[in-house]
């Protein structure tokens, strides 16, 4: 199975910036899409951005400019730079990948636990 550790939450300015990890560990074959969602309370759960296995990425455009995601492939680790962080940015911030665990396996997707992100005005 895979398991995803996520760090890297907490509480900052209006401003301000954060950077968030996702680690992946596990019989991992290959991991192709790797993405962060974020849920605010009351909210749904939102697409925040996406990397693909070419390094692609698309973000949400409320987002646009202000985040980054990243991967490290040697480390089956993404990583979300939040900068200029606005109070409407605070949430539960979930990763979410794309995995097989062998050449043979269809690709199955995994949440990692939620980090929280507080941003005060």
């Known amino acids: 199975q895979v398991q995803l550790v996520e760090s890297g939450g907490g509480l900052v300015q209006a401003g301000g910036s954060l950077r968030l990890s996702c680690a992946a560990s596990?019989?991992?074959?290959?991991?192709?899409?790797m993405a962060w969602y974020r849920q605010a309370p009351g909210k749904q759960r939102d697409l925040v951005a996406v990397?693909?296995?070419?390094?692609?990425?698309n973000y949400a455009d409320s987002v646009k400019g202000r985040f980054t995601i990243s991967r490290d492939n040697a480390k089956n680790t993404v990583y979300l730079q939040m900068n200029s962080l606005k109070p409407e940015d605070t949430a539960d911030y979930y990763c979410?990948?794309?995995?097989?665990?062998?050449?043979?396996?269809?690709?199955?997707?995994?949440w990692g636990q939620g980090t929280q992100v507080t941003v005060s005005s």
């Open positions: 979410n990948i794309g995995a097989r665990l062998s050449y043979a396996d269809y690709e199955r997707y995994y």
């Open positions: 596990g019989s991992i074959f290959s991991i192709n899409r």
């Open positions: 990397i693909t296995s070419g390094g692609s990425t």
